[in-house]
């Protein structure tokens, strides 16, 4: 893992976000990308026609650019090679551009929850990064003194279209040497016999070379409610899905679910696009 991408708008959230970041790059000799992203009211009108005017612009440019130094000079952060970026556009518009410019592996982001709060990450825009983001993102909801991903669970119908996906989540898996508990999830709603799951499962894993891991078959009254109780009752580090972007998930997952779990979820969730 070369490059981390950590958005911030210099709110608790984001800085939680930033010292999970320092920790997992001091674990493999990554190199963050420390962005904000300057959105100005009418930023796309000029002076003329009562958008920001050009002084008005640069002070907050300026601003934006001498808190950013303050962040990179975190103690925490000492020995990790950081670079600062000040864009001006949309949140997601700039973290979709920055991370294919930097060819970013991972995108760390810090969310409320599901209160949420008018800050520039948190709620709405962290689900558009997860729905829309080709690369994994992991979001962060509080304070980790100590990251860990000794246990991450993998929740998914663990159909074809799931394998690419896992495939990340895979390459994430060995960064922490995480044991990997994949589960089905069934529900009144989307009910399937055991042996039809268990085969599922089964064929799914023999595609991969993998020997660190179990699989479950969860019951619960929907969806969200099994993967948070499922990923509780073990102790899991991190829960881990796929998303199938702007349509949802697949089969198994939906908008719903996965805003759900980004805003409900206490522990982190990594998001893997289909």
């Known amino acids: 893992m070369k490059r981390i991408l950590v958005p911030t708008d210099f ?11 320092s920790q997992i790059a001091k674990k493999n000799n990554s190199e963050i990308i420390l962005l904000h992203m300057l959105e100005l009211p009418q930023q796309s009108n000029d002076a003329i026609v009562g958008g920001t005017s050009i002084p008005e612009t640069m002070l907050f440019m ?4 001498e808190t950013l ?3 990179a000079s975190k103690e925490y952060l000492e020995g990790i090679p950081v670079t600062e970026i000040v864009k001006m ?5 700039g973290i979709t551009q920055i991370s294919k410019d930097y060819d970013v592996d991972l995108i760390i982001m810090g969310s409320h929850g599901s209160s949420g709060v008018e800050e520039l990450l948190i709620g709405s825009n962290t689900e558009k990064v997860v729905r ?6 992991l979001v962060i909801k509080k304070n980790i003194p100590n990251f860990n991903a000794s246990d991450i669970v993998f929740a998914s119908d663990f159909s074809e279209e799931a394998k690419k996906p896992f495939e990340k989540l895979l390459n994430f898996t060995k960064l922490f040497d995480s044991k990997l508990h994949l589960v089905t999830i069934c529900t009144p709603n989307s009910f399937k016999p055991t042996h039809v799951s268990e085969k599922a499962m089964s064929d799914f894993v023999a595609e991969f070379n993998i020997t660190n891991y179990t699989t479950q078959i969860y019951n619960d009254t929907n969806i969200e409610k099994g993967i948070i109780n499922f990923s509780n009752r073990i ?3 991190v829960i881990g899905m796929c998303t199938h972007g702007r349509t949802g998930f697949a089969h198994f997952f939906n908008g719903s679910i996965s805003e759900g779990l980004v805003n409900h979820a206490v522990k982190p969730v990594i998001t893997l696009k289909i």
């Not at 300026?62 to 650019?65: E, F």
């Not at 829309?132 to 993102?137: G, K, L, M, T």
């Open 132 to 137: 829309n983001s080709e690369i994994p993102v």
């Open 235 to 237: 102790d899991a580090d």
């Open 11 to 21: 709110s608790q959230h984001a800085e939680d976000a930033l010292r999970v970041a």
């Open 89 to 93: 556009d949309k949140p997601i518009h």
């Open 69 to 71: 130094d303050e962040v």
């Open 62 to 65: 300026k601003k934006a650019n």
